[in-house]
């Protein structure tokens, strides 16, 4: 039995032939796409539970797949690029990514990015649904509403959520938060949670420019605080 289904999006035959010998020896499931044409037409059918895809192809390039790819799924998403720079990554976290690799890697750290996106929130103890008339969360439903319309939330973005609401009230440094969503193999990538955060406050806040949930620590991290219903049945 397979550890899971991931489609490996890329056009160059080398990298997706590496690919499928590493994962496959790993126990997972390979499927294949060459471009984001191709991977958007797989993704009609079958859902594979991660995509790794390149950022650059011809065609439908990387980002614009992703972007395709996260209006119709919550499917966790690696993308990899041979460009290192700030910019790249939060254009590709911005586009949808759960992560982001730099060619070339090391297949090791590969494997563990791929084992941190596919982690899930529901492997992690019960939390108590937070309810109030603008903003209602329930974690063991992964669904979120905010006033009246559900919101979709990306793998990561409701880890992340989680996470914050599970310590309510209490200031997160900005590596604890890194480390309990993506992994103990993250601790520098500041930058990941600035887009995440940013992400979730459009969605979940009246006003994401003054949030009232998401706060920001500065120097430290962030601080969820639960709407007045919630923060009072929490008290009782």
Same mark, same amino acid.
């Given at each position: 039995?397979? &550890?899971?289904? +991931?489609?490996?999006? %890329?056009?160059?035959?080398? +990298?997706?032939?590496?690919?499928?010998?590493? =994962?496959?020896?790993?126990?997972?499931?390979?499927?294949?796409?060459?471009?984001?044409?191709?991977?958007?037409?797989?993704?009609?059918?079958?859902?594979?539970? &991660?995509?790794? @895809?390149?950022?650059?192809?011809?065609?439908?390039?990387?980002?614009?797949?992703?972007?395709?790819?996260?209006?119709?799924?919550?499917?966790?998403? #690696?993308? &990899?690029? !041979?460009?290192?720079?700030?910019?790249?990554?939060?254009?590709?976290?911005? /586009?949808?990514?759960?992560?982001?690799?730099?060619?070339?890697?090391?297949?090791?750290?590969? &494997?563990?990015?791929?084992?941190?996106? =596919?982690?899930?929130?529901?492997?992690?103890?019960?939390?108590?649904?937070?309810?109030?008339?603008? =903003?209602?969360?329930?974690?063991?439903? *992964?669904? !979120?509403?905010?006033?009246?319309?559900?919101?979709?939330?990306?793998?990561?973005?409701?880890?992340?959520?989680?996470?914050?609401?599970?310590?309510?009230?209490?200031?997160?440094?900005?590596?604890?938060? @890194?480390?309990? !969503?993506?992994?103990?193999?993250?601790?520098?990538?500041?930058?990941? =949670?600035?887009?995440?955060?940013?992400? @979730?406050?459009?969605?979940?806040?009246? %006003?994401?420019?003054?949030?009232?949930? #998401?706060?920001?620590?500065?120097?430290?991290?962030? *601080?969820?605080?639960?709407?007045? /219903?919630?923060?009072?049945?929490? *008290?009782?």
């Amino acid at each position: 039995m397979s &550890l899971a289904t +991931i489609l490996v999006v %890329d056009d160059e035959p080398q +990298i997706r032939r590496v690919m499928r010998a590493s =994962l496959a020896s790993q126990g997972y499931e390979i499927t294949e796409a060459r471009s984001g044409e191709e991977a958007l037409e797989q993704l009609r059918g079958k859902q594979p539970d &991660l995509v790794i @895809l390149d950022v650059n192809m011809p065609g439908i390039g990387g980002l614009e797949a992703c972007r395709e790819i996260r209006e119709r799924s919550d499917v966790p998403i #690696i993308m &990899l690029t !041979v460009r290192s720079g700030e910019r790249d990554k939060v254009q590709a976290l911005d /586009a949808g990514a759960d992560d982001y690799v730099v060619k070339p890697f090391g297949i090791e750290e590969l &494997l563990a990015r791929i084992r941190a996106a =596919l982690r899930r929130a529901s492997a992690a103890d019960p939390l108590a649904p937070v309810n109030s008339p603008d =903003l209602q969360i329930d974690f063991e439903r *992964r669904r !979120v509403v905010v006033r009246g319309q559900p919101v979709r939330l990306t793998p990561k973005e409701f880890g992340l959520l989680r996470q914050l609401v599970a310590n309510a009230g209490k200031p997160l440094s900005h590596r604890g938060l @890194l480390q309990a !969503v993506w992994g103990p193999d993250y601790g520098e990538e500041t930058e990941y =949670l600035r887009v995440f955060i940013n992400q @979730l406050r459009k969605k979940i806040e009246p %006003d994401p420019k003054n949030p009232r949930y #998401i706060c920001t620590e500065p120097w430290i991290g962030y *601080r969820f605080e639960l709407p007045a /219903a919630s923060a009072s049945k929490a *008290r009782h």
